[in-house]
């Protein structure tokens, strides 16, 4: 049975500029995998233009630094109420924010070679 098929709400993908061209390449296993789902992409300006075509919506973040910041991302997925946030970026800031997100979607981590671990 496909992912998609259990997936009730938005697949949201975190990538704000880590990474490169190999971010990219781990966005379409992730569109095929859900394909019945709207996938978000949150990233950078720069991020947006190298996924064009990969995503249905693409939320433009500045990657500002700081708790604002960090407080407005953790706000705008609450509202999103994903049923699954895929991190590509694996950063510190991005796995603390896992526990900021409520409802608690499940949280992927997507490593180098592209494998899907499960944070939560």
């Given amino acids: ?3 998609s098929s259990h ?3 938005p697949v949201i993908v975190i990538w704000l500029g880590s990474g490169g061209p190999a ?20 990233t ?6 190298a996924a064009d075509g990969l995503a249905d919506e693409i939320w433009s973040d500045g990657a500002a630094r700081g708790a ?5 991302r ?3 997925l609450s509202w999103a109420s994903p049923a699954i946030v895929y991190d590509l970026e694996g950063s510190p800031a991005t796995r603390f924010l896992r ?7 499940q949280w992927r981590l ?3 070679g592209g494998e899907v671990a499960p944070l939560s």
């Fill in 99 to 105: 526990f900021c997100v409520w409802p608690r979607p």
């Fill in 68 to 72: 604002a910041a960090f407080l407005v």
């Fill in 44 to 49: 950078t300006p720069d991020g947006a233009r």
């Fill in 74 to 76: 953790a706000r705008r």
């Fill in 7 to 9: 997936t009730k709400g």
């Fill in 110 to 112: 997507v490593a180098r």
């Fill in 23 to 42: 971010r990219r390449a781990a966005l379409a296993p992730l569109r095929v995998r859900h394909a019945g789902a709207p996938l978000i992409l949150l």
């Fill in 1 to 3: 049975m496909p992912a």
